[in-house]
């Protein structure tokens, strides 16, 4: 998946919690959310604020079907929370996604 395609998808996505999301369209998000705070930091500090409220909820969901990407449930989002644990999550986002179905449906395409 290329980045915009990953971009769009995300955007598109940003309340289905459901399904799964390969490695390449999580970074490739996660690349541009990066990005896009970066941009509005220097602009703004309100505007900053309403680019991060506005990608909450697409980062969380690309999180969660990254995770049930790899099978595992996306309530361990939750781990961010606790420091140095927070690391497990990075070991999550980076493994091969599950070639065969999962409880959470059929692989992605990209």
Partial sequence: MDFQTAVKTCIAKYTDFSGRASRS?????FLA??????VTSLIHRYIY???ALGLLLPGLTVGAR???DIGKSGWFLL??????VNLV???FFVQP???ESNAYGAPPSA
């Fill in 49 to 51: 604020a309403i680019a």
């Fill in 97 to 99: 996604s599950q070639p």
């Fill in 89 to 91: 999550l990075i070991y």
């Fill in 25 to 29: 369209e999580f970074w490739w998000f």
């Fill in 79 to 84: 781990l961010g929370i606790i420091p140095l």
């Fill in 66 to 68: 990254r995770l049930h």
């Fill in 33 to 38: 959310q990066i990005g896009v705070l970066i």
